[in-house]
T-cell receptor, first 113, second 110 residues
């Protein structure tokens, strides 16, 4: 059973456009929602994370929007660049309780120059 | 990669043989994890550890065992490798808030 559902599976965006990736979860005990970025041949790297007590977090061109009532969160990449082309994973966890991270199935983003 | 080293980086093994993958971290992180990554499945947790000699099963633990005798080392053993265990394996370590991943081990079972 997939604890975190992620869409779309793949995404193609023009340079300068906005990339949007969506995730949904069921377990209301989750209290930490990170996004990871993975380049080919590399391990996932933490990109940005949010806790459910805020509805939005922004770091540079990357923004997480969080809707606690809908149990959904999304990653927005503004002014998308070819260097953003990678696979993105959302995840959810319960902090400090074994801290198992449950990952979505990933979104392959291609930014066309 | 936050001081996390996996070895080997690539391995080809035969069905039925035992295989051990190694993970070493230099961050003194309490938590360590083993994930497998497969197309269409994302990253799935195999086992995790919340301290020396303290481990627990993840969502896909069948056929795998782990050991953690020191804070810095976390071993994953495939007791009798099967073709379904062909995958990319990632080790991670963390503080309880964040997880930092290694570079991965590509394992092929033939």
């Amino acid at each position: 059973q997939q604890q975190v559902k992620q869409s779309p599976q793949s995404l193609i965006v023009q340079k300068g456009g906005i990339s949007i990736i969506n995730c949904a979860y069921e377990n209301t005990a989750f209290d930490y929602f990170p996004w990871y970025q993975q380049f080919p041949g590399k391990g996932p790297a933490l990109l940005i994370a949010i806790r459910p007590d805020v509805s939005e977090k922004k770091e540079g061109r990357f923004t997480i929007s969080f809707n606690k009532s809908a149990k959904q969160f999304s990653l927005h990449i503004m002014d998308s660049q070819p260097g953003d082309s990678a696979t993105y994973f959302c995840a959810a966890s319960r902090r400090y309780t074994g801290n198992q991270f449950y990952f979505g199935t990933g979104t392959s983003l291609t930014v066309i120059p | 990669d936050a001081g996390i080293t996996q070895s080997p980086r690539h391995k080809v093994t035969e069905t039925g043989t035992p295989v051990t993958l190694r993970c070493h971290q230099t961050e003194n992180h309490r938590y360590m994890y083993w994930y497998r990554q497969d197309p269409g499945h994302g990253l799935r947790l195999i086992h995790y550890s919340y301290g020396v000699k303290d481990t627990d099963k993840g969502e896909v633990s069948d056929g795998y065992s782990v050991s953690r005798s020191k804070t810095e080392d976390f071993l994953l053993t495939l007791e009798s490798a099967t073709s379904s265990q062909t995958s990319v394996y990632f080790c991670a370590s963390g503080t309880g808030m964040q997880a930092f991943f290694g570079q991965g081990t590509r394992l092929t079972v033939v």
